[in-house]
Structure formats: C-alpha cells, structure tokens
C-alpha cells in the first residue's frame, strides 16, 4: 500500500461513486471497445484497463487506488485479468468500479485479406517479423493449452482413481465419508460448514477443491468422516438436495471464495494501535488455517462489500497453552490505521458483532521447511502474523533445524508487537534468536537500527555451517518485502 492523498480514501471514493458525476466520460453510455481503441487510453490521464471481457475507465480512480498509480498503469490500455487476478482476485471490482464502466471489449474480427503486393524490402522485413512473432504467439498458445490439457488429465487422473462420498445413519447420527485414498490428508484439509439446512463440506488436495454442498437435510486411512447429530431420532430416506457445485472436483481457484458469519467474542490490545480480535466460528463449522495462509474479512461499508485479507496468528506464543474456546476461534492481530475505513470499522465492532470470514487461501507448504536447517523470518509491523504459526510448527515440530531466527522491523519501541513473548521464547529454546530493528528510534535505544538493506542482512543472514540448507520467509509493506528480496 501507498499513502493517499487527504481526501482519497475508500470512503471518499464511494462518495464520488454514489455522486451522479461521469466518471467514465462517454455521458452515460456503454460501447463495444476493440483492441486498438483500448491500446490508446494508456496514459495516466486517460486509463483504460479490461478485467474479464469488460472496459474501466480508471483514471478517476487514480489517487484512491490504495497500491498506487503505478499499479494500475501496468495495465492501462491492455487486458489486466491476469495481472488482477495475481494481485487480488478477492476485490469486489464490479460494485467499486461501477460507475467507470465503459462497456465490453468488441469479438476481435477476422484478418482481412491483403489486397496489395508488398513492395520493397521493408515490407518483407515486415512480414517476416510478423511471421516470427505469429509463430512465438503459436508456440506460446500451443504451451498454454498443453498446460491446460495436463491440468485436466491431473483432475480426471484424481476422478478415475475414485474420489467418491457416500452417508450411513444410525438412530441419532448421520455420517457422511469422503473417500481420498491419500494417506496425507489432516485436519487442515477439510472445512466444514453446516447452517440454516444447508451442509458443505470441502476437501482440499493440494490446489484442486472437492465439494459437497446439499440443502435441507434431515486423518490416516484415506477417508474423511463427518459426523452430523439429527435433531430427532428419524430415518433419512435422502442425505438432501445437491445445491449447485456439489460433488465437483475443480481447482481451488476456480472454486471462488466461501464465506461464514463469525461472532466477535473478544478484543485486547496488543500496541498503542494494534488489536488481536478473537472471532469464534459458528457452531456447526470446522475450519483449521494452514500455516502460512490467510482469510478474507468481509463488510458492507456504505452499501459497498469490501475485503481485505489477514493471516491468522495464535493467541499467544506459549505454544503449550490450550487456544480458548476449544479450537473454535480463528485469532487476527489487526493494525488499526485511523485513515482507514476497514480497520476502522473493525475497531468499532462489539463483542457479539458479527463479520464475515472465507475460506483460506494460500500456497505455503510445510514441506518447505521440514528440509530446511537455518530458518530465517524477515517481517516489518503486522508482516509479523504470518511468522506466528511457523514459528510455533518449526520449534515443536521440526527436528532438523538449526537456527531459527527473527529479523523484525518497526519504527518505534511502541510498535513491537509481543515484544515480551519474543524474548522469553528465545530464552526457552536456544534455536531461535530474535532482533528488533528500528527506523525511528529514540535516543536510549541500544539495538539495532535503519531500514531493511544489504549491508544490514548480510551482518544477521549467516548459514549455521557452509552447507546448510537455507529458507528464507519474508512479509511486511510492498517495498519492504521488494528491497528484502532483491
């Protein structure tokens, strides 16, 4: 994120939308955009940019774009679906750029026919270059589809293997089973959702989804079992209804996010603007965040649905401490920006408030680190959550590591979030080593201080021995985590 400009907030720009004013510059009409017409609206001034078929004028929304201009003029002029959906797929853009709207990108027509000789050797070295750029576009094309077709043979591999459900009662119990035939799978693998007559049930096998969803019902052996407790003792003639989507086997990000109502149940202050906020799933839902990955928090503010992502962290880094509410809280330390309209709504609710959550999303392994001896976490501020559940699986779990050390940037003392609980922690485990750098500090501070560089990783990132195998973890603020990778 970049600072914006006073005035140029989410808020603001749902004013703006909700205005009456053309933000789009065509008074109100829609148009078929070809390609050369989108090509020549790429400067900052006059920004075109097509997200899945359809043309945003985004030059209003410039100096309200939270990740900066620059974002949003790698892909002025062209189609930015890609890059979008790299970035964040999660944003509502539809309901943001409403009112920026173009229209849809026209069916591309077919070549005409050349109806003049060419003349000269420009002209042939044209040709050739075209040719050569037509076969790289054959060749790139014929790549990208081969990819689609092993994709499509993994996923039909997955089905002819035998990936199938089935249900069996008693008198007070339903039970539904999910047959896998993989050995690996635990309890961050499947999420379960059962409210309002309506039952889900997602089995996750690396990055491809498996889901049951059906409405109005009545760990090591390659098979999941839900157990369901039915409200009288009747015999179910049908487990229920499939809904749309069920018994389907696709990508998980094809699969779209899925989201449930958590209650806040408690609040505590962590720093001077940071708050950890308990949020208890509903009763009839098991879902686990894998490490490494993160949830969507969703609210409408000013008739507009907003998202933001957050990773899970543990309600303490006592790791022997049983989590309250029996495992079924998801913890989220939240840095609360007094220019910020989410946070600041999270920072008004009240316990018993509700928000919704999705699924989780990610692509950390923990193979990652179960081969790895010298483990190196760089974060700078609320980049920190993400360390909180590696950490606590690497030191009680993974025997091979040598050193595991925490390189955390802030600004002030103020700032350090579980300052206590780092030290301690590095006091009960002589693996794990922690420093504290600041870019701001007081004239009494005696660590170490400046902004992430060379010069100061070189001094803390040193392999345990010449060999060692080396991860190297790194989250915070885009320019941070783009400095700390070059």
């Known amino acids: 994120q970049v600072p914006l400009k006073p005035g140029r907030s989410l808020m603001d720009w749902i004013r703006l939308t909700k205005s009456g004013k053309d933000l789009t510059g065509l008074k109100g009409r829609l148009i078929e955009v070809t390609e050369n017409e989108l090509a020549k609206h790429n400067r900052k001034e006059d920004c075109w940019i097509c997200i899945r078929g359809f043309v ?20 002025a002029g062209t189609d930015g679906t890609d890059l979008f959906d790299q970035v964040h ?65 993994r996923l039909l591999f997955w089905v002819l293997s035998g990936l199938s459900y089935d249900w069996f009662q008693t008198e007070a119990l339903v039970t539904v089973v999910i047959y896998a035939k993989r050995k690996d799978l635990n309890a961050e693998s499947v999420i ?67 989201y449930r109502r958590c209650k806040l149940v408690s609040k505590t202050e962590v720093t001077h603007d940071t708050r950890l906020l308990c949020l208890m799933l509903p009763k009839s ?63 008004h609710l009240q316990i018993g408030d509700s928000i919704s959550v999705s699924n989780p999303e990610g692509n950390f392994k923990k193979s990652q680190v179960q ?38 940037f802030n600004k002030t003392e103020d700032d350090i979030l579980w300052r206590d609980q780092l030290e301690q922690l590095a006091l009960r485990d002589e693996r794990f080593e922690v420093e504290f750098v600041l870019s701001q500090p007081a004239k009494d501070w005696v660590g170490k ?35 700390g990778v070059q």
């Open 285 to 347: 839902t098991h879902l686990q965040v894998p490490i490494g990955h993160h949830v969507y928090l969703k609210q409408l503010i000013a008739g507009t649905e907003t998202v933001k992502p957050y990773t899970p962290v543990l309600p303490s880094l006592d790791f022997k401490e049983p989590p309250q509410h029996d495992g079924a809280c998801l913890y989220l330390m939240v840095k609360m920006y007094s220019s910020g309209l989410f946070t600041q709504a999270l920072d």
């Open 56 to 75: 945003y004028n985004v030059t209003p929304y410039m100096e309200y774009h939270p990740g900066g201009e620059e974002e949003l003029m790698k892909a």
């Open 89 to 153: 797929r999660w944003v509502n853009y539809e309901s943001m750029l409403k009112q920026c709207l173009v229209g849809r990108m026209a069916v591309k027509p077919a070549a005409a026919p050349k109806g003049e000789t060419l003349k000269g050797l420009c002209l042939v070295l044209g040709l050739c270059l075209e040719s050569c750029l037509r076969f790289v576009s054959w060749v790139l094309s014929g790549l990208r589809f081969l990819l689609k077709v092993l994709s499509g043979l």
């Open 449 to 483: 201080q400046g902004k992430i560089s060379s010069a100061l990783l070189s001094e803390f990132v040193k392999r345990s021995r010449k060999d060692s195998k080396v991860l190297i973890c790194i989250c915070g603020p885009a320019p941070f985590t783009e400095q």
């Open 371 to 408: 081969t790895s001896e010298d483990l190196f976490l760089l974060a700078a501020g609320t980049g920190f959550t993400p360390m909180v559940k590696l950490l606590s699986f690497t030191l009680a779990e993974v025997s091979c590591l040598r050193t595991v050390k925490l390189i955390f």
């Open 192 to 258: 379960v959702d059962c409210q309002d007559k309506r039952f889900r049930a997602e089995l996750l096998l690396e990055d491809l989804s498996y889901l049951l969803q059906l409405v109005n019902t009545a760990g090591k052996v390659g098979k999941v079992e839900i157990v369901l407790k039915k409200k009288g003792n009747i015999h179910w003639k049908i487990l229920g209804h499939p809904l749309e989507s069920h018994n389907t086997f696709i990508r998980c990000t094809d699969r779209g996010l899925f």
